[in-house]
């Protein structure tokens, strides 16, 4: 009798609530966003859980709107890494995955933190590689705005590989080497201060799912955090960048997919989805209706009701009113969806935001949810998930609770830490020395 082939294993991080519309602030449970103790209250959780890694987001600047500063910013956006540290004496197993920009840093200021980090945590750490075109952002920086939108992966590419190159400049047996980077991004050279660490390179995270994303994580990420939250989404995803690999000399188990999820549980099916219809009207708040639709339309709303219909004008695509956020690439036509959407079920603004913006991942009993997760990974629409709780800090105490003994019991879920760096959560292979 043939064996049956093992069952996939999920892998599993935890992406702290902050300054997101998924949030619910106005819940009474909802806790500070910068607090430490936020932070550490989500992190042990995710390790009581035996997730891979906490996962935390940056704001390089406080978003606008209007000329305002936007509400989610009032109060503040902490230094990831930062905090990174801090988690390190609190946790023992638990990854650190902090993003930090591409764009506004330099290779060794960044190489040399990220290494220290991983050195305090005993080989946890891990970089989220992000870009950015903002003149606004860029506004809080010497270099201003001046990176062209084509050149961001150039750039970021190159960041990245100076900062291997570094983190290889100390031998494995704990020897200096000069290093030195001539490129047309960043001429360096000199010595770096912090020997090899734990993992030899901190794992690195790529955040994007344009062309340009997914040839750079392809070529370099060790995971890719996606948006794609349907299953034949994630199916076409998850072939089309595994397809890359080959060509950069990599195998399939080398780069993780784990697209961002969220997720509402209840006793049964039926009460899961009255509390996610209850979720998606608090996060979309009359005032959030009309901030979202500004966000499309470019324009100032604040006249028109929320419970009232669509604006019959079109969106300005040139509009500066939102500042600090990711543009909508085609406004005209998320409008047009959105008039279409409104005029079929006959929503007001309100609703229609609602609708189009405010659902979530899964919804279900755990059991649901078990499966419908565990379908993901088995049918290689997603190696593992990073989830997004709607409560801060507590939103992730009932899944580690209740889900996570439901995957183990399945097989497809860890008992136990095997390894203690980040790299042996994830299955990642370890970088080969390049001396």
């Known amino acids: 009798m043939s064996t049956p082939p093992a069952r996939k294993r999920i892998h599993l991080a935890a992406h702290f609530p902050g300054v997101n519309s998924t949030t619910v602030w106005s819940d009474p449970r909802s806790g500070s966003q910068i607090d430490f103790s936020s932070f550490e209250h989500l992190a042990r959780t995710a390790e009581r859980g035996l997730f891979d890694f906490f996962f935390l987001a940056e704001g390089l600047r406080l978003r606008e709107h209007n000329g305002r500063i936007h509400d989610l910013d009032v109060v503040g956006r902490p230094e990831s890494i930062t905090v990174l540290n801090a988690l390190a004496a609190v946790t023992d197993r638990l990854g650190l995955a ?58 970021a590419a190159e960041f990245l590989a100076t900062a291997r ?12 080497r000069p290093f030195a980077h001539d490129g047309p991004q960043f001429g360096i050279e000199g010595e770096f201060t912090v020997p090899r660490s734990p993992q030899g390179h901190p794992v690195v995270i ?96 604040s006249g028109y009701d929320p419970d009232g219909p669509l604006p019959d004008v079109d969106p300005d695509p040139d509009s500066a009113l939102v500042q600090g956020r990711v543009r909508v690439a085609d406004p005209v036509a998320v409008a047009r969806k959105w008039r279409a959407l409104s005029e079929a079920k006959g929503l007001s603004i309100r609703q229609t935001v609602i609708e189009s913006a405010g659902r979530q991942s899964f ?27 709607h409560l801060t800090p507590g939103g992730l105490d009932d899944f580690v609770d209740r889900v996570v003994p439901l995957l183990q019991e399945r097989g497809v879920f860890r008992t136990e830490y095997a390894g203690t760096t980040l790299r042996a959560h994830l299955g990642l292979p370890e970088p080969v020395w390049k001396g």
């Open 165 to 176: 190159e570094l983190w290889d400049s100390w031998t494995p047996d704990g020897r200096p």
């Open 206 to 301: 790529q955040a994007g799912d344009s062309a340009e994303g997914r040839e750079f994580a392809a070529s370099a990420a060790d995971v890719i955090f996606t948006r794609h939250s349907t299953l034949e989404a994630g199916r076409e995803f998850y072939a089309d960048v595994k397809g890359r690999l080959a060509r950069y000399g990599r195998e399939p188990g080398d780069l993780k997919i784990m697209p961002g999820v969220t997720y509402v549980l209840g006793d049964t099916d039926a009460e899961a989805q009255e509390e996610a219809a209850e979720i998606r009207r608090l996060q979309v708040s009359p005032q959030n209706a009309i901030l979202a639709l500004e966000q499309i339309w470019g324009r100032d709303l």
């Open 363 to 389: 919804v279900g009993s755990p059991a649901t949810v078990a499966a419908a997760l565990e379908e993901f990974v088995a049918t290689d629409a997603a190696d593992g998930f990073i989830l997004v709780p």
């Open 98 to 155: 902090g993003t930090v920009n591409a764009t506004f840093n330099e290779p060794y200021e960044l190489a040399r933190r990220l290494a220290s980090l991983d050195h305090l945590s005993a080989g946890r750490a891990a970089w989220n590689v992000v870009t950015s075109s903002d003149a606004f952002t860029g506004e809080n920086f010497r270099r201003g705005g001046y990176l062209d939108r084509a050149d961001r992966y150039t750039r």
